[in-house]
């Protein structure tokens, strides 16, 4: 199942943050796949997307990065943002769906940033044929879902070590009720943030964190 949309009346992001969608300006796509395996063999699969989508931008002309853990950056500002929902028994099998929001012919915000954004239009210079991105980026898409999870994100880690927006840069990672400042030091095998703080390196998964970068070299 591959939806494609020009507007979405309820679009939601991380965390249940609000996905703004003008119409007919930007790309909005979803992606539904079956795996046999248990959900806990994708927890990396947003980064591998991540990956393979910037990839498939990249052979366009754009040089985005990948922001731990879902979102694609280029020039230091959010470009789109990648949401995996996981759904099955925890032994397997499990359905995924793969939402991606990406920002295609916006020149202006519809309302107030909380961060850097940017589109592929702002970008070049001129109107992107959405059609096209669509197509390309559902290949990729697809070619990331059929591979995994076997041989997992191990496929991807050198390819991500290239892409990593956040490496080496001074982060604050917030979730409900804590917060934890460090610096960046890439991904685990199973796709939890490497974070060097005060008391030592910790791991964070994805789940409820929200990371944002502290440093000027990174925003």
């Known amino acids: 199942c591959q939806p494609v949309a020009a507007h979405q009346s309820a679009g939601r992001g991380r965390r249940g943050r609000a996905w703004v969608s003008p119409y007919g300006v930007n790309l909005y796509l979803s992606v539904r796949w079956a795996y046999a395996c248990a959900p806990a063999a994708l927890g990396a699969l947003s980064l591998a997307l991540g990956v393979g989508l910037a990839g498939v931008l990249e052979s366009h002309g ?71 991105v669509a197509t390309a980026l559902l290949l990729g898409a697809e070619r990331v879902l059929e591979s995994f999870p076997h041989p997992g994100f191990a496929a991807y880690e050198a390819q991500w070590a290239r892409r990593d927006a956040l490496a080496g840069a001074q982060v604050c990672a917030t979730w409900v009720g804590d917060a934890l400042c460090g610096t960046a030091r890439g991904v685990a095998p199973d796709g939890s943030l490497r974070l060097e703080t005060a008391q030592g390196l910790r791991l964070l998964g994805g789940g409820d964190v929200s990371v944002r970068a502290t440093d000027a070299s990174a925003t």
């Open 62 to 132: 754009y040089p985005v990065q990948v922001k731990w853990p879902n979102d694609l950056w280029l020039h230091r500002a959010k470009l789109g943002g990648i949401l995996v929902d996981v759904r099955g028994d925890a032994q397997g099998p499990c359905e995924v769906t793969v939402g991606v929001g990406l920002n295609v012919n916006m020149t202006a915000p519809v309302q107030a940033p909380d961060q850097a954004w940017t589109s592929l239009a702002r970008e070049s210079g001129s109107l992107v044929d959405r059609s096209a």
